[in-house]
């Protein structure tokens, strides 16, 4: 059974730093591309990261560059998102999500989120 179990959420001030996990199971991990998604009340699931499993190349949401920083820990089947310089707008669902392609059909798993409140 595959699992992704996101952690790290809290309430924090602006200006800030939180440092997200996203815990994998029951899949090839490093076979995998890894993302992180947030979605804040009434708007739509947006891409923030993404880091690709064989290369770990990196991606970035315009938004997120230079404030954020997905990695990740073949070894330990989890991946990061390091968020510093946090905003109000940044308070959302954040979720991970594994995703592989198997002759051209993307094949993905997602977690149950976090949650990342950044107020005063």
């Known amino acids: 059974q595959v699992q992704l179990v996101e952690s790290g959420g809290g309430l924090v001030q602006p200006g800030g730093s939180l440092r997200l996990s996203c815990e994998v199971s029951g899949l090839p991990f490093s076979n995998y591309d890894m993302n992180w998604y947030r979605q804040a009340p009434g708007k739509e699931r947006e891409l923030v990261a993404t880091?690709?499993?064989?290369?770990?190349?990196?991606n970035y949401a315009d938004f997120v560059k230079d404030r954020f920083t997905i990695s990740r820990d073949n070894g330990k089947n989890t991946v990061y998102l390091q968020m510093n310089s946090l905003k109000p707008e940044d308070t959302a669902v954040y979720y991970c999500k594994a995703r592989r392609i198997s002759l051209g059909t993307a094949i993905d798993f997602w977690g149950k989120g976090t949650l990342v409140t950044v107020s005063s």
């Open positions: 880091i690709s499993g064989a290369s770990g190349y990196t």
